[in-house]
C-alpha cells in the first residue's frame, strides 16, 4: 500500500512542471467562428467614415487606432456616440442591464497587441459588481447588453484610465479591449 501511495505522489509531483505557464490569451475574434453578416467591405468603408487623417487629439488618436484594429481583424462591430465600439458574439437574455444593477462576469483585458493586463478567467468567483461601477466604457456598453451576453468592448483611453493610466500596469492614453461574458 505504501509504494502506491509513493508511486503516486512521485506521478503526481512529475506531472507538475515548474515554471510552465498557460498558453498565451487567445482573444474572442481569434477563437470563436463568427457567421459573417452582409459585405465586410461595405463595414470597411463605415469604419473608415469615422477616421481622421490627420488626428490631433488624443480621441481622435483612439478612434483610428481602433478604426485599423477593427478593420485589421475584420470584426465588425457596434459604435457608440462616446467613442466605444463594441462586438457581441452571442446574444444574452433578459431584461437590458440598467443603472446599478448587479452583474457577474468573466474577462480578459488587453492592449491592442494582445498583451493581458488583467483577467478573471483563473479565479474561482467572476467580477461582481453593479453598472456604473466600472469604467465608463463598461458602463456604457452594458447598458445595450443582457445577462448571458458575450461581448469585446474596445474602449478609447478617455473612457478608460486616461492621461494617467495606472502606473506599472496601464500606461497614459492607452486604448484597451475586454472581453466580457456576463
Same mark, same amino acid.
Given at each position: 500500500?505504501?509504494?502506491?501511495?509513493?508511486?503516486? /505522489?512521485?506521478?503526481?509531483?512529475?506531472?507538475?512542471?515548474?515554471?510552465?505557464?498557460?498558453?498565451?490569451?487567445?482573444?474572442?475574434?481569434?477563437?470563436?467562428?463568427?457567421?459573417?453578416?452582409?459585405?465586410?467591405?461595405?463595414?470597411?468603408?463605415?469604419?473608415?467614415?469615422?477616421?481622421?487623417?490627420?488626428?490631433?487629439?488624443?480621441?481622435?488618436?483612439?478612434?483610428?487606432?481602433?478604426?485599423?484594429?477593427?478593420?485589421?481583424?475584420?470584426?465588425?462591430?457596434?459604435?457608440?456616440?462616446?467613442?466605444?465600439?463594441?462586438?457581441?458574439?452571442?446574444?444574452?437574455?433578459?431584461?437590458?442591464?440598467?443603472?446599478?444593477?448587479?452583474?457577474?462576469?468573466?474577462?480578459?483585458?488587453?492592449?491592442?497587441?494582445?498583451?493581458?493586463?488583467?483577467?478573471?478567467?483563473?479565479?474561482?468567483?467572476? /467580477?461582481?459588481?453593479?453598472?456604473?461601477?466600472?469604467?465608463?466604457?463598461?458602463?456604457?456598453?452594458?447598458?445595450?447588453?443582457?445577462?448571458?451576453?458575450?461581448?469585446?468592448?474596445?474602449?478609447?483611453?478617455?473612457?478608460?484610465?486616461?492621461?494617467?493610466?495606472?502606473?506599472?500596469?496601464?500606461?497614459?492614453?492607452?486604448?484597451?479591449?475586454?472581453?466580457?461574458?456576463?
Amino acid at each position: 500500500m505504501r509504494l502506491i501511495w509513493i508511486s503516486l /505522489l512521485l506521478f503526481g509531483i512529475s506531472a507538475c512542471k515548474v515554471g510552465d505557464e498557460s498558453p498565451p490569451y487567445l482573444p474572442y475574434h481569434k477563437t470563436l467562428k463568427i457567421r459573417q453578416i452582409g459585405d465586410q467591405d461595405e463595414m470597411i468603408k463605415n469604419l473608415y467614415q469615422d477616421y481622421t487623417s490627420s488626428p490631433t487629439t488624443q480621441s481622435q488618436k483612439d478612434q483610428n487606432q481602433i478604426i485599423d484594429y477593427l478593420t485589421d481583424n475584420r470584426i465588425t462591430a457596434i459604435k457608440l456616440p462616446s467613442g466605444v465600439y463594441f462586438k457581441i458574439y452571442k446574444y444574452g437574455n433578459g431584461d437590458r442591464y440598467y443603472q446599478s444593477r448587479a452583474f457577474t462576469a468573466r474577462y480578459t483585458g488587453y492592449f491592442m497587441d494582445g498583451e493581458v493586463f488583467d483577467s478573471n478567467l483563473d479565479h474561482a468567483e467572476p /467580477l461582481q459588481k453593479r453598472v456604473g461601477e466600472m469604467i465608463q466604457g463598461w458602463n456604457e456598453t452594458m447598458l445595450h447588453l443582457t445577462r448571458k451576453a458575450k461581448v469585446s468592448m474596445f474602449i478609447p483611453s478617455h473612457l478608460a484610465y486616461g492621461e494617467n493610466g495606472i502606473k506599472g500596469v496601464i500606461p497614459p492614453n492607452t486604448v484597451l479591449i475586454f472581453d466580457v461574458e456576463f
